[in-house]
């Protein structure tokens, strides 16, 4: 089945350590996004590629990157995480432009961070 | 930008009865919104959707109405089932450049057998 996969599901890094989550898609989707939720919160979006195309939002911290070396892959790369860099990263797809009666993000089920 | 407002935060409800989620949005240029449940440890998971030319949608026990002049819009679950407990969450999106959803906080849903 096409879907959106994410790994590991479980991260442990240290404070401060950097770490890299990863997204893999089998749906040919064009844009991907990464969120990040804690605990009792909506999703909160860090930044997406649409295409080739690196969008950054605002209030994103420079401690997170990412890459997306091609269609199918993604990448999150946080250089020195800080305890409050715990939480549930989601990965996320669409297609754009939308069909005439759908603009669906599809989630994957998420890397739990831990940063001890 | 938009804003989603969504409330309760958490209903519970007795297994056989309706839920009902309801949201807010403030821009009228958002046009596709869409419904997703998080169950615990998992990716949000969409259950139903709507687009702003059409002003209610049903799925089986799911159905969700849209009120473009009031600019709200509701989930509604009949029938209650204990596997519907979960995190539901509405989205506002415009559907333009790269479709980014504003997201509503939540609403805690637990279906007491």
């Known amino acids: 089945d096409a879907m959106v996969i994410q790994n590991p599901r479980y991260q442990v890094t240290q404070f401060g350590k950097p770490v890299t989550l990863s997204c893999s898609q089998t749906l040919n989707h064009n844009v991907m996004y990464w969120y990040q939720q804690k605990s009792s919160q909506a999703p909160k979006l860090l930044f997406h590629?649409?295409?080739?195309?690196?969008?950054n939002e605002a209030d994103t911290p420079d401690n997170f990157q990412s890459r997306r070396p091609n269609t199918s892959f993604c990448f999150l790369d946080i250089r020195s995480p800080g305890l409050g860099d715990a939480a549930m990263y989601l990965c996320?797809?669409?297609?754009?432009?939308?069909?005439?009666?759908?603009?669906?993000?599809?989630f994957g089920p998420g890397t739990r961070l831990t940063v001890t | 930008g938009e804003n989603v407002e969504q409330h309760p935060s958490t209903l519970s409800v007795q297994e056989g009865d309706s839920a009902v989620i309801k949201c807010t949005y403030s821009d009228s240029a958002s046009n596709y919104f869409p419904w997703y449940k998080q169950e615990l440890g998992k990716g949000p998971q969409l259950i139903i959707d709507i687009r702003s030319n059409v002003g209610e949608k049903k799925d089986q026990r799911i159905a969700v109405t849209l009120n473009k002049t009031a600019k709200h819009f509701s989930l509604h679950i009949t029938e209650t089932q204990p596997e519907d407990s979960a995190v539901y969450f509405c989205?506002?999106?415009?559907?333009?450049?790269?479709?980014?959803?504003?997201f509503g906080s939540g609403t805690k849903l637990n279906v007491k057998p």
């Open positions: 590629y649409y295409d080739k195309d690196f969008n």
């Open positions: 996320a797809t669409s297609s754009l432009p939308g069909l005439a009666y759908s603009y669906e993000q599809y």
């Open positions: 989205a506002a999106s415009m559907g333009n450049n790269f479709n980014k959803f504003y």
